[in-house]
């Protein structure tokens, strides 16, 4: 089985990164190894060029931001509405303590609607939810 460079970075960052960021005692959700479906490939572009220097490859957390792909994350506790405010507005840490999140400039509610999309699909095929 060939696993892609993206996969491989995701698994590495999990492995070292989402562990100490999961200060919720609860445990990091599976990782996706999985080939990203052609019409979330726009995303999951989007989600590397503004999202994840923060919140990881593939959501999976740093030392800087929360894992996405995480039950706190998941639709019934934070809507999609939540993710458009936290692009547009910046967010107050509430669940985390790595700090408020800016605003994330630059991106539009449609980028953010294709970002929620491929963090949708990560928390799904993880077992989030």
């Known amino acids: 089985m060939k696993i892609s460079r993206s996969v491989g970075?995701?698994?590495l960052l999990f492995s070292v990164?989402?562990?100490p960021a999961c200060s919720q005692g609860e445990p990091p959700a599976k990782q996706v190894?999985?080939?990203?479906?052609?019409d979330l490939q726009p995303g999951e572009a989007k989600f590397k060029a503004n999202c994840?220097?923060?919140?990881?490859?593939?959501?999976?957390g740093t030392s800087q931001g929360p894992p996405l792909v995480h039950k706190i994350y998941e639709p019934n506790h934070h809507?999609?509405?939540?993710?458009?405010r936290a692009a547009a507005n910046g967010v107050k840490a509430h669940h985390w303590e790595f700090g408020n999140m800016p605003k994330?400039?630059?991106?539009?509610?449609d980028d953010v609607d294709q970002i929620i999309k491929y963090v949708r699909w990560l928390q799904h095929e993880a077992g989030v939810f």
């Open 9 to 11: 970075l995701a698994l």
């Open 17 to 19: 990164g989402v562990a």
């Open 33 to 38: 190894s999985g080939a990203v479906p052609a």
């Open 52 to 60: 994840s220097a923060c919140h990881g490859a593939a959501g999976v």
């Open 79 to 84: 809507g999609d509405a939540a993710f458009q």
């Open 104 to 109: 994330i400039e630059g991106v539009t509610p």
